[in-house]
C-alpha cells in the first residue's frame, strides 16, 4: 500500500538537466524527511539531497552543491530533485526515501520506504 514512485530519468548529455519526481502513494508525505540516494555501479550508495518535512531545511552533499535543488509539494505529495550542470560522475541510479520525522532538519538516516530507483546517465 506504501510506495513511492521516482520517474524522470534519463540519458542527458553534460552540462543539461533533468528533473526527477518521486510519487507517495498510500501515505502522507507531509510526515516525512525525504531523501534522493544514488549508486552507481561497482560504488556504495550516498545521500544526495534531502529535505524537511515542511520544506523548511536541505541538505546536499558537496559533489552536487550549486547543481541541484531538492523540493516538495505536500499536496501532490511529490518530492523533487532538480539537477542542472550535469557531470558524467552523476550517472547512477537515483533512489528515493523517505523517514517519518517532525524535526525541522533532515539527515539521510534510517530511511523506512524506499523506491525502486530511475537510472540517469550522463554522457556525450
Known amino acids: 500500500q506504501l510506495q513511492l514512485v521516482e520517474s524522470g530519468g534519463g540519458l542527458v548529455q553534460p552540462g543539461g538537466s533533468l528533473r526527477l519526481s518521486c510519487a507517495a502513494s498510500?501515505?502522507?508525505?507531509?510526515?516525512?524527511?525525504a531523501a534522493w540516494f544514488r549508486q552507481a555501479p561497482g560504488k556504495e550508495r550516498e545521500g544526495v539531497s534531502c529535505?524537511?518535512?515542511?520544506?523548511?531545511?536541505?541538505d546536499y552533499a558537496d559533489s552536487v552543491k550549486g547543481r541541484v535543488t531538492i523540493s516538495r509539494d505536500n499536496r501532490k505529495n511529490t518530492a523533487y530533485l532538480q539537477m542542472d550542470s550535469l557531470k558524467p560522475e552523476d550517472t547512477a541510479v537515483y533512489y528515493c526515501a523517505v523517514r517519518q520525522s517532525s524535526w525541522p532538519s533532515c539527515d539521510y538516516s534510517g530511511m523506512q520506504h524506499w523506491g525502486k530507483g530511475t537510472l540517469v546517465t550522463v554522457s556525450s
Open positions: 529535505i524537511s518535512a515542511s520544506g523548511g531545511s536541505t
Open positions: 498510500g501515505f502522507d508525505l507531509g510526515y516525512y524527511v
